[in-house]
């Protein structure tokens, strides 16, 4: 009954989908990456292409936040003490991204569906992120934090 409350709330027939299921599912899989670099990514795609007629502006009047999220989420990975603490937030994020992708870009994915995709990548990469973290004593969270960033960026353009 959930999955299809969410799905019904979410989907909005006769109005152009913003993004396909599977993009909607991926979205939520690479923001696992970096949430605050593909909300901000699927905040400018609302912007410059589903906006036409301003039925998106109560969203995109918070893309000041989404900047602001963008830039703490980024810092933080790049730091290991604050990088595990992070991890929490990114999980709300992520949650928040399956939101966006059942509300605003009209996918017809449930929010469970995406946020379980955005979990389950969560845990593989909390998994290899606690690995290097360990084997280079930190110093390889910059490297890892960048490589993950410009990878989210790459993946939420190319399903954009």
Known sequence: MVIALAYHLGFRAGQRQGVSKVGVVGLTAASAFSPGI????IAYHVKGE???KGEYNW???WLWLFWVICIVDVTL??????ATVNRIFEYLLIWFVAWVGA???NSGVSLLIGGLAGSGMQLLRQTY???TDHATAGTGAPVRSVTENVLA?????VLL
């Open 77 to 82: 990975d790049m730091i290991p003490v604050a």
């Open 153 to 157: 960026f790459i993946l939420s353009r």
């Open 129 to 131: 992120a606690v690995g």
């Open 59 to 61: 969203f995109l009047r």
């Open 38 to 41: 593909v909300l901000l990514s």
């Open 50 to 52: 589903m906006n036409g």
């Open 103 to 105: 509300t605003v870009l």
